[in-house]
């Protein structure tokens, strides 16, 4: 019995290294950024601390788009 069972978990992790999408463990990413209720304006402070703490400046590009409602207006 444990030979099969043995045999089987051999076949199965193969199975999963040869055809990953098929026959692989299946992983779920779940993603919730909650930024759907934060204005632009807190937005755009939290690019411009995250480029100051990686030393980059940020495109006038940016600061224009800051302006705009968010949703293409």
């Not at 099969?4 to 098929?22: E, I, N, S, V, Y």
């Not at 703490?53 to 495109?59: M, S």
Request: no cysteine; charged share 25%.
């Amino acid at each position: 019995m444990n030979q099969a069972r043995l045999q089987f978990d051999a076949r199965r992790w193969m199975a999963g290294k040869l055809a990953p999408k098929t026959y692989g463990d299946r992983q779920t990413v779940d993603v919730n950024h909650g930024l759907q209720d934060v204005d632009d304006a807190e937005l755009l402070a939290r690019a411009a601390k995250l480029a100051d703490a990686l030393g980059v400046t940020l495109p006038p590009k940016v600061l224009k788009l800051a302006k705009h409602d968010g949703h293409g207006n």
